[in-house]
């Protein structure tokens, strides 16, 4: 059954490359105006799948040929990032080891801004987006529980007008909701489209 599943998961991954480098994806007027925000969810099982996909089509990716850039941020690594450059990494060991899991949730939160419409992870984000973009995030298992993707989504909403966004999502999109690692529900999404079906 597993090996059904992955070789599911690498047809569609085959169709989501072909989807993103299609000019018409890049669009505005295909969406009517609209921005894309899409989730390419999986199952959590194919994470290395798909992390081996994303380094391949981002090797790929040539601007000059394509028309697009093809720019990768894993929601990790520049968590990570943010916390080092303020010298709050290392207090996160001695807050989880007093204080619990719960305690490193809320503190990092703060430090992030992650309640804000304009937190530092989006900012980031913001800062690094060159002309004529599709932004594929990662990285979000690994955040749980400190960031839930659905946070991130409707911050970047509100931030960028002109790139197509693909959240690679382990778990489920469905109901309209988002059902990380198949069994915690984050929110509800109305306005988010499925990249490609299952």
Known sequence: MRDKDMRLTQI??????????????????????????YIF????EDELIVRDWVQYIQGRNRPELKGF???VFDLYDIMIDILDEKGFLEKCYGIEEKDGMDRIIRAVGRTLKLSDNEGLIVEHIRE???ENTVILLT????????????????NLHQMLVKAPVVMLYPGKYGEKSLLLFNNDEE???YWVKRLIEN
Not at 12 to 37: C, T
Not at 41 to 44: H, K, L
Not at 139 to 154: D, F, M, Q, S, T
Request: charged letters at 30%; a neutral charge; one cysteine or more.
């Open 128 to 130: 690094n987006i060159p």
């Open 41 to 44: 969810d999986y199952p959590p």
């Open 187 to 189: 929110d509800n999404y």
């Open 12 to 37: 569609r991954l085959d169709d989501a490359q072909k989807k993103i480098i299609d000019p018409a994806f890049r669009s505005r007027e295909s969406l009517g105006n609209d921005i894309g925000y």
């Open 139 to 154: 990285g979000v298992g690994k955040c749980y529980p400190i960031l839930r993707a659905h946070k991130v989504l409707n």
């Open 69 to 71: 850039e093809l720019v």
